[in-house]
């Protein structure tokens, strides 16, 4: 019998391969705003969060003009003038249609913004695998647990009926400080020695081992 009745998954750097294009469209916004590159890296490691506190930690010198010129700048390239190739991880559908099956509840809890969160779902045909999204700009933002606690209060489930699947830290840490399962996917922005540390109770390099882990597992 499976444990768990919701799994919980982050979009950016779990079920979309879309770092470099994030990365694209944060520098150009910093370009615009008339500030300094920074490294990929750097830049990488703020995925995750909800884009003011990411651009906050990138930029903690901007002005407050620099900082509306990031926000919008970013939010233009990402939605509409960035063309950097950004897809599912492979097996994405293939996971999902698996899972509902099997009849687990589905869950996105993402950094992004709703317009950017319907956007891609509705890009990679999705939308309706999902019965609850949650966006990191109607919420707390990540570590804050607060949107794991809001899906599981409006499933009418518990911590235990579910299961946080992600890559970044900021996944790991929220599930943790709420006493949530996770699982760690070591193909995104964090590798696993930074996620060990949330000590997730399963790592997967790609979404075709985690479909042959909970099939096993559980």
């Known amino acids: 019998m499976k444990p768990y009745k919701?799994?919980?998954?982050?979009?950016?750097?779990?079920?979309?391969?879309?770092?470099?294009r994030i990365v694209a469209c944060l520098k150009e916004a910093a370009l615009r705003a008339d500030l300094p590159l920074l490294s990929d890296a750097d830049y990488k490691n703020i995925i995750g969060l909800s884009l003011p506190i990411a651009l906050t930690t990138l930029y903690p010198q901007a002005s407050e003009w620099q900082h509306k010129v990031l926000d919008a700048v970013y939010r233009w390239q990402f939605?509409?003038?960035?063309t950097t190739p950004?897809?599912?991880?492979?097996?994405?559908?293939?996971?999902l249609a698996t899972l509902k099956a099997q009849g687990y509840l589905l869950a996105i809890a993402t950094g992004k913004s709703r317009p950017g969160l319907n956007s891609v779902l509705t890009e990679t045909g999705v939308t309706d695998d999902f019965v609850l999204t949650k966006?990191?700009?109607?919420?707390?933002?990540?570590?804050d647990p607060l949107m794991l606690q809001q899906i599981i209060d409006e499933l009418g489930l518990t911590l235990a009926d579910a299961l946080m699947v992600g890559d970044s830290i900021y996944d790991l840490e929220m599930a943790q400080r709420i006493g949530m399962d996770a699982v760690a996917m070591t193909h995104g922005v964090h590798n696993e020695q930074q996620l060990a540390v949330f000590k997730p109770?399963?790592?997967c390099d790609d979404l075709m081992q985690l479909k042959d882990w909970l099939a096993v597992a559980f």
């Open 201 to 203: 109770i399963a790592f």
């Open 79 to 82: 939605m509409e003038a960035n």
């Open 6 to 20: 919701v799994i919980i998954f982050d979009w950016d750097g779990t079920l979309m391969d879309s770092d470099k």
């Open 86 to 95: 950004m897809l599912p991880f492979v097996g994405m559908l293939d996971l």
């Open 135 to 143: 966006s990191g700009e109607e919420t707390a933002c990540k570590p």
